[in-house]
């Protein structure tokens, strides 16, 4: 069975078009490398009652991993852990544990930079270690925010700071290993091939014979832009176990779909990735 994640971004700027999300996409490419199958991508608002719904709609969906991004800074608009706090009908406490890890990033920070240590535990600095009830504080590497962890039934939820050095430093040390874990033998595999001299409309029927043939394959086709007439790459994507030798399979599909469309006379490149 798929290992099924879902990933939520918090933030108004994301909405309003001020900062590019490329945090879902470098989750995404992660998750699915490493073997497992994301299935939604949601955005919202620095809304508690929006974060809290769309965290409880998630859970719902009992996805085996659910991971936040964004809101866990030192400023008012920063709210996700009140909406975790809500959805899980949880207080919001200080986490001991938390605020050494504050603590301690403080101390590098500024002695890092050559600045007197500044240790005052302002209101500011304090909310960062406020977390929910019986959730625990996920190490950041780089930053000063800790992550959060918790299990609501089937799900483990995480949450990641937004800043997407911090976010990949959590990710990388932490929650890859939880999900390479919980994937186990599975492996992804990706080939792509580019096609020139057809459009899509005349590959969607070889595209839907070769899945057909090759249980397991998905195929996505992306119109490229070309000077010389259609262009199209067509990018083959097979999860399975090692025992199902994904490789030989994919290859196998690469092979059909290939022939097939020289058959039609148009030129394909086959491209490893």
């Known amino acids: 069975m798929a ?6 971004c918090i933030g108004n700027e994301l909405l309003i078009g001020k900062i590019q999300d490329t945090n879902a996409c470098w989750l995404g490419a992660q998750a699915t490398a490493l073997g497992a199958n994301v299935k939604r991508v949601t955005v919202v608002q620095d809304i508690v009652e929006e974060v809290a719904q769309t965290i409880n709609e998630a859970i719902a969906r009992k996805p085996r991993f659910l991971i936040l991004t964004g809101g866990l800074g030192p400023t008012f608009d920063d709210k996700t852990f009140q909406g975790i706090a809500a959805a899980l009908n949880q207080k919001l406490v200080i986490n001991q544990e938390a605020l050494e890890m504050v ?14 240590v500044d240790m005052e535990m302002t209101p500011p600095r304090v909310k960062m270690a406020t977390f929910p009830e ?3 504080p996920v190490d950041n590497p780089i930053g000063t925010a800790p992550g959060l962890r918790v299990e609501v039934g089937s799900t483990t939820l995480f949450s990641l700071p937004g800043v997407p050095r911090e976010m990949e430093a959590i990710f990388t040390q932490t929650i890859a290993l939880e999900i390479k874990k919980a994937v186990g033998g599975c492996a992804f595999c990706q080939r792509s091939l580019f096609v ?34 259609p262009l199209v790459e ?15 399979l994919l290859a196998e599909a690469v092979d059909e779909l290939a022939t097939l469309i020289r058959q039609s006379g148009a030129s394909v490149q086959d491209k490893a990735l």
């Open 3 to 8: 290992v099924e994640i879902e990933i939520i």
């Open 234 to 248: 067509l990018h083959l994507t097979m999860v399975a176990t090692q025992v199902a030798e994904p490789e030989r």
């Open 134 to 136: 019986n959730t625990e």
């Open 196 to 229: 020139e001299g057809i459009g899509e409309s005349r590959l969607a029927p070889l595209i839907d014979k070769v899945m057909t043939d090759c249980e397991g394959v998905y195929i996505k086709s992306h119109p490229l832009t070309s000077n010389n007439g």
């Open 103 to 116: 603590k301690a990033r403080m101390v590098e920070y500024f002695t890092k930079h050559q600045l007197p």
